[in-house]
């Protein structure tokens, strides 16, 4: 309020701006060494995340993507699906789960690896009458119209679930098979 009455209305603003650039000119000359200014917030346009994944898929725990290159803008959808999709074939085993990842804003050629945590029931086992050793993840390679069959690694077990890890090559369409 004593500026206000000593300056008068009109010219607060003024003072205001005066003594802000006053104060930032005393910072930059006599900042003392060695001590950094904190860095700039970065802008709107940096602040977009380099990869969004989105798992709808309640087996896949987790999901992490490897890239060949540096990546902005990506999103990575993991989708249960209810069936194949039309016109793949079936898999070898017998199948407990398909599901598909998707990406966007990147091509599919610049995953260099993935790595899944998934989790089959325990009760499937019962109802199949196999062991744990028995899951396989199949990857279904449009390209040469087959899977390719991938050994997870057990993580743990639960009283209701097995726990699983496993690295891909590239992401499609998969299922998660028992398989001897």
């Not at 977009?48 to 896949?60: D, G, N, T, W, Y």
């Not at 993507?65 to 990575?76: L, N, P």
Request: net charge neutral.
């Amino acid at each position: 309020m004593f500026i206000k009455d000593f300056l008068g209305k009109k010219n607060v603003r003024s003072f205001l701006s005066i003594f802000v650039s006053v104060f930032l000119i005393f910072l930059i000359v006599f900042l003392p060494p060695g001590i950094e200014a904190p860095p700039s917030l970065p802008s709107a346009s940096q602040s977009a995340p380099p990869v969004l994944v989105v798992i709808h898929e309640k087996s896949i725990l987790g999901l992490n993507v490897f890239f060949k290159s540096k990546v902005e803008g990506v999103r990575i959808f993991v989708d249960g699906l209810t069936w194949k999709p039309w016109g793949v074939p079936d898999p070898p085993g017998v199948v407990i789960k398909y599901f598909e990842v998707r990406l966007e804003n990147v091509d599919v050629d610049v995953v260099d690896k993935a790595e899944f945590t998934f989790k089959v029931e325990k009760k499937l086992f019962l109802e199949k009458g196999v062991d744990v050793d028995v899951v396989k993840l199949c990857r279904y390679d449009a390209d040469k119209s087959e899977w390719t069959v991938f050994q997870p690694v057990l993580l743990k077990k639960d009283i209701s679930y097995v726990y699983y890890k496993v690295e891909v090559d590239r992401l499609s369409v998969f299922a998660v098979v028992f398989m001897a």
